[in-house]
């Protein structure tokens, strides 16, 4: 049996932190923690020398692609290629979040996604974040607007099984045509729905979120946004006190005046840290491909030919250095903010704490956020050299 024996780690959850504490693991699963465990296990590592951190390891919801590769191309290769990549910022588990495209290329990205069974290399694979085809054209941005088709509860119902019931999020437009009722099917299916390219109101929300949305897709970029007499869906998000909100935080999606405005307002328990990142993501700048769409990746973040912001390159570890720079959050907020929060919508209830009967999956930190190790299920995935 493999066994590991952390020793003399300090643990942040999100809610507390245990100095000198040893955390003994079995197949992956923490067995026992406290001081000075009398333990012994096929492997050992020890905390004491460096100071470090140790945090549940970063869950990033949204993120389409790295290192070359997208969720879109419906490849194992693909998901292997960017699982592998994940892992080097602290990421242990993902989904792998669709686009726009059409119903049969969404089909195909979610086949491959139920094919892939058994990876126990890199990062995770913890299911499906479905972004789009049923938004609002007003609200595109890098979303294919041909693709883009009224709510249909029988699609839904398909792609569900198609996926083997791997959807966890789906990114809907509320207002539109069926949407209520579409919403709802996400709750009875146990997916989350989650409000993003929306042209909703603010009354429009409210209703949206009686009908079972609690959450909102990278706030701020493409959505109806906040105005003093028509509080939108920026509005309604920020007040609505049962909806967690997506952040990207590269301070291109958002200023970080914005971003530390939802922290005042949200706190750390209701916001989610995500990347939206694509395929360009640890490649250098140039031209790459986003659903059949050419994007310039440059300093200033990864752009269409007419401007529109086309995901991210940003990492999780980039995230959470920016999040603390503007917020001066603490490390249980930022465990919260990349871990716990997103962990209990998806009800993956071994994930996001380090505590008796999670999973071993960690990632160590230096004071400066900097990104040390990463373990998933126990195992090294990530060392820095
Ligand atoms: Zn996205």
Known sequence: MDTLLITNSTIINCDERQERCDIFIENGKIIEMGQSLKKEATRTIDCQQQSLFLLPGFIDSHIHGAN???VMDSTQQALEGIANHLVKEGVTSFLATTMTQSNENIEASLVNVKNYVDHFEGAELLGVHVEGPFLSVKRAGAQPVEFMQPPSISLLERWHELSGGFIKIMTIAPELEDG?????????????????????????????????VTQATHLFNQMRPFHHREPGVVGAALQE?????????????????????????????????????????????????????????????????????????????????????????????????????????????????????????????????????????????????
């Open 241 to 385: 006190d049962d909806v967690f909100v997506e952040l990207i935080v590269d301070f291109i999606h958002s200023h970080p005046k914005a971003v530390n405005l939802v922290y005042k307002v949200k706190g750390a328990k209701q916001i989610i840290l995500i990347t939206d990142a694509m395929r360009a993501k640890g490649l250098p700048y140039g031209e790459y491909d986003l659903g059949g769409q050419t994007v310039h990746v440059e300093e200033d973040g990864a752009r269409l030919e007419d401007g529109a912001l086309a995901g991210s390159v940003l990492t999780m570890e980039q995230a959470v250095k920016n999040m603390k720079a503007v917020t001066n959050c603490s490390l249980e907020e930022i465990v919260a903010m990349t871990s716990t929060n997103v962990a209990r919508q998806l009800q993956a209830t071994t994930k996001g704490r380090i505590a008796v009967g999670y999973d071993a999956d960690f990632v160590l930190i230096d004071s400066n956020l900097t990104v040390h190790k990463t373990i998933r299920h126990a195992q090294v995935v990530y060392e820095k050299s």
């Open 180 to 212: 209520l009722a579409f919403v709802k099917q996400l709750s009875n299916l146990n997916i989350i729905a989650s409000m993003g390219h929306t042209d909703a109101t603010m009354d429009e929300v409210q209703t949206a979120v009686e009908a079972g």
């Open 68 to 70: 070359g590769f997208d």
